[in-house]
């Protein structure tokens, strides 16, 4: 598959695909007319990071709760988001990738609710076994992912972009104070994330909430 295919299976512009992947526009101009050509591996990387993408696009459905499936601990029995999101996190397996609420909580921008029960995650369908837990996708790229305390979370930009496919069927208080706390915390700046195209008019208007959090 050449340059040209993976940004339609997309749907984005040649200026859209640069900026999603952050690559000199004029570069993928210059792939798709054969200007130049890239090399191999990047046409394996880039076919990898779309693939995960076209996947993880998919709206997560909350899942019932299922009294065959076994209990995640509960939330309520932590003092600490910390503290609980490593006994689930010894439950789900070292390899889970915290996403969501669960990765603000890790990244220390959302305190997270005491009756926290939906767990967001990155990881094997084998989880699903647990109450609670959604699996947003089996894989996701290294560089959308953090480790602190011995968590392994996504970052701010995935967790926004997961935040806006999954909009529907999120409450976005967690989402929205995140936000805040970034920008007065970059000198009232969102300088440093990425949005995705597609998501860009409805990031707007949430930055503009996000910006009056604090003052209401």
Known sequence: MNIREMRNQLGDTQSEFAARYNIPFRTVQNWETGLRKPPEYIIDLLGARIRE??????????????????????????????????AVRDCLGEDVVFALDEALMCQGSFGGRSDEYIVWLYGDDSVKRFNGAVVLGNKIS???????????????????????????????????????????????????????????????????DAIDYYND
């Open 53 to 86: 993408d076209l996947i993880n696009r998919k709206t997560a459905k909350l899942p019932a709760y299922d009294s065959r499936k076994i209990d995640l601990p509960k939330r309520s029995d932590y003092v600490g988001s910390n503290a609980w999101l490593r």
């Open 142 to 208: 290294p560089y959308c992912v953090k480790e602190k305390n011995g968590l392994r979370f996504t970052d701010l930009s995935r967790t926004l972009h997961d935040a806006l496919s999954n909009e529907p069927i999120l409450d976005m208080q967690g989402i929205t104070e995140a936000i805040s706390r970034y920008y007065y915390s970059h000198n009232e700046s969102f300088d440093g994330l990425f949005i995705a195209p597609e998501f860009q008019d409805r990031f707007e208007k949430l930055a503009a």
